[in-house]
């Protein structure tokens, strides 16, 4: 599904997922370290792996 998402530094993340008429952020402040943005991705995975879509 597609998302519209931005990136700040320290693991701020925000996506968009238009077709599900939702919004994922996440915060977090760990500066300059590429650990925290896997983080944040493997999050934004897990919710939609358990989001469906009403019919």
Known sequence: MPAIGGIGNGG???W???GLDMVVVATA???NQ???WQQAEAL???VMATVRPED
Do not use: M, S
């Open 44 to 46: 934004f995975r897990q």
């Open 29 to 31: 402040g760990d500066y």
């Open 34 to 36: 590429r650990a925290i």
């Open 16 to 18: 968009i997922v238009p």
């Open 12 to 14: 701020q993340r925000l």
